[in-house]
């Protein structure tokens, strides 16, 4: 026996076996979790302990970026880490912070422009809004960019809806308040 299905509207799928129709069923799909956000939003990086960041939304960009310079790998308990310096504001450098985070690995990236260089990946959490993630973080040089952050596909995916019309939806997120020991 052949079986065929053909998508309708409205979720409808037509099931046919050799020409005659068998049922035409009406498909269910799950309500989407996804979290409305506008092609620029404010992002908290919660593991380099920073204020709050614009990051521009880029379904161009497979890899998220963010910018960083004074980058020095060095081996640490027999781990690859890396050293940085990152201020989350453009043309202020007063924030300026030096970081260390382990390497999770080196990412070839290609840049808009057909550049292609390796970068060193570090995992933090990230949120934007109601959602919090370990976000997979390429650290390169974007000063002349006129965002310190990039949020790619990747860090999309399953977890966003966008509106490119929109900006800053989802409002600045809370620094968590440190509680004295």
Sequence with gaps: ???????????????????????????????????????????????????PIKVKIDTGARSSAIHATRLKTFDKDGQTWVAFSIHPHQENTK????????????????????HETVRPVVLTPMVIGETRWILEL?????????????????????????????SYLQGTPQIPKQTPS
């Design 138 to 166: 390429t650290l390169a040089d974007r000063d002349a960019m006129g965002f310190r952050m990039l949020l790619g596909r990747q860090a999309m995916r399953k977890r966003f809806v966008i509106d490119p019309g929109k």
């Design 1 to 51: 026996m052949v079986v065929s299905t053909v998508s309708l509207p409205n979720n409808a799928v037509l099931v046919t076996t050799i020409g005659c129709v068998v049922k035409i069923a009406k498909t269910r799909k799950a309500p989407s979790k996804r979290q409305l956000i506008g092609w620029r939003e404010w992002g908290l990086l919660e593991g380099l302990d920073l204020p």
């Design 95 to 114: 924030d300026t912070k030096r970081v260390e985070m382990p390497v999770h690995e080196f990412r070839r990236v290609r840049s808009s422009n057909g």
